[in-house]
RNA sequence: CGGGGCGUAGCGCAGCUUGGUUAGCGCGCACGGUUUGGGUCCGUGAGGUCGGCGGUUCAAAUCCGCCCGCCCCGACCA
């Protein structure tokens, strides 16, 4: 068989922009650093944003939609986060044909903005706590970029919340951490190690950033979502003030938090493989796929007329379509569809239909093994039940595989070693300048401290002080 | 910004070393037929400022100079 994609195990960051481009996510576009999202790729991007919506909407929160253009001095308000974010900015500079009075930046986050509106909407406690999503597209001018996992323009949704206290405000910010592993374990089937961000990889303005850190099948890390504890950081700087029940003038505290495209970035990569994508079921813009068979032209009739009732009777339970298409072999089919990782297949030919069988081939276990008969009778029953054991095969193929990677070390040595294929767990205790040092000797990070600590205490493992915590180390993208 | 690679049809490439017919090949695309249980076969056809500009030459895809763009690796980042 001809190969059509770059074996994962040959080159896997070929492999990863092959089968982005293959299978229709998302195709260059003629600006350096940007995409375009095809609509398979849209169509798996929605699916990641209605579960999360879904989500937030459960939590108490609205949508809003804050403007594209932020005036420059706004983002000057915060020292950290002026600093972290002025290399990345795309400012404008004219407007209307004339030079504007104030550059305004595209926002690269819109904490600045928020919070100025939030300083406008919050008088008094009962105000609190406010809690506003947005999706939207941010712009940050990355010097290298990635389809999906990095980009000059992505879309991603925002929440910030501002509270009354600091404990709710902290109790949120670990709250939605949960939210957003539910998601990726449940929907995505992907395993994540939530956890606290280093003091060097925290968002800039934030007090404590939290993450959720994935990994690839290529060992290495990828943040797929954070959440921030602003502290009263942003509340100074924009003078977010309510009035307490004893009519005393008080900061709110806030939050951020986001989810990016980059999900699905992390979704290829988690599950996919030499055959192509692998799509967890509950995201996937098609779940079930029917490929009709036929021999003699006076067969196609027949065949088609039951396959187009399969997909009568499915498409009230599950996303399905049928490829009807002419000119293509149905062995054809099967590597095409494979390759865009649709989770079942239902192969109906003339000998099904006299026996009144389907043939479901599940893209999680290649070949025959793949394959079952089951009665034409039976497709609402079990397709349904087969697409949530794929759903659920997946993730545990991806735990087995992470679990398998995660190395608890105690020497610096083993630590090497270890972020060669994968992650490293350590005891640690060592500050921003030690990091920068691991960083530099190993092109290792910590990714997180870990919510899950084994208790008790240690010794560092870079500096051999003792330590409190373990972290997790890796290599990221 | 440093290092590497590349730019010839929609995609992937050959041709360039050693300048010389009408610039090829595979895939894809269109049409006709054949076929369809794991990437069918045959035929016909459309499709090119050879990345751009300049130079050398009787003659440039090919040699020289400058520029532009893209991809990969590194420094920065969700």
């Not at 205790?429 to 084994?454: F, L």
């Amino acid at each position: 068989m001809a190969e059509f994609l770059t074996p994962q195990s040959e080159d896997f960051s070929k492999w990863y922009n092959e089968i982005v481009l293959k299978a229709d996510l998302a195709d260059y576009s003629p600006v350096r650093g940007c995409m375009v999202i095809k609509p398979y790729g849209y169509t798996l991007w929605e699916r990641i944003r209605d579960e999360l919506d879904l989500r937030f909407k459960e939590t108490g929160h609205v949508n809003a939609y804050f403007p594209l253009f932020i005036p420059m001095s706004f983002l000057e308000k915060e020292s950290e986060h002026v600093k972290g974010f002025s290399p990345e900015l795309a400012v404008v500079t004219h407007g209307g044909g004339k030079e504007l009075d104030e550059p305004l930046v595209v926002r690269p986050t819109s904490e600045t903005i928020i919070g100025h509106m939030y300083s406008k909407w919050i008088q008094s406690y009962r105000d609190l706590p406010l809690l506003i999503n947005q999706w939207a597209n941010v712009v940050r001018w990355e010097m290298r970029t990635r389809l999906f996992l990095r980009t000059t323009e992505f879309l991603w949704q925002e929440r910030h919340t501002a509270h009354a206290t600091e404990e709710e405000a902290v109790e949120e910010t670990l709250r939605m951490l949960g939210v957003y592993t539910d998601f990726c374990v449940k929907e995505a089937a992907i395993p994540v190690i939530p956890g606290r961000k280093s003091e060097s990889e925290k968002f800039a303005g934030a007090v404590a950033s939290y993450t959720i850190e994935a990994m690839m099948k290529d060992g290495k890390a990828l943040q797929s979502g954070t959440s921030h504890f602003l502290g009263q950081n942003f509340a100074k700087a924009f003078d977010i003030q309510y009035l307490d029940e004893k009519n005393k003038q008080q900061l709110a505290w806030t939050t951020s938090w986001g989810v990016s495209t980059r999900m699905v970035g992390a979704v290829v990569m988690t599950h996919g493989d030499d055959q192509g994508l692998v799509l967890p079921p509950h995201l996937a813009p098609i779940q079930v796929v029917i490929v009709p068979i036929w021999r003699k032209n006076k067969e196609r009739g027949a065949v088609l007329e039951a396959a187009k009732q399969i997909k009568e009777r499915l498409s009230k339970l599950v996303r399905v379509k049928l490829d009807d298409r002419e000119g293509f072999s149905p062995g054809w089919k099967y590597n095409d569809w494979e390759m865009r990782g649709v989770p079942l297949r239902i192969e109906i030919g003339p000998r099904d239909i006299v026996k009144q069988n389907v043939m479901v081939a599940r893209r999680d276990i290649p070949g025959r093994d793949g394959k079952m008969l089951i009665p034409m009778s039976e497709i609402e029953g079990r397709i349904p039940a087969m697409l949530e054991t794929v759903q659920d095969a997946i993730y545990q193929k991806a735990k087995d595989f992470r679990d398998g990677n995660v190395r608890d070390v105690e020497t610096y040595d083993e630590l090497k070693e270890a972020i060669q294929t994968g992650f490293a767990r350590a005891w640690w205790a060592g500050d921003r300048e030690d990091e920068t040092r691991v960083k530099d000797e190993t092109k290792a990070t910590v990714r997180c401290i870990p919510d899950e600590q084994p208790g008790g205490s240690g010794t560092c493992v870079y500096t051999g002080k003792p330590a409190t915590e373990v972290a997790i180390f890796g290599k990221a993208y």
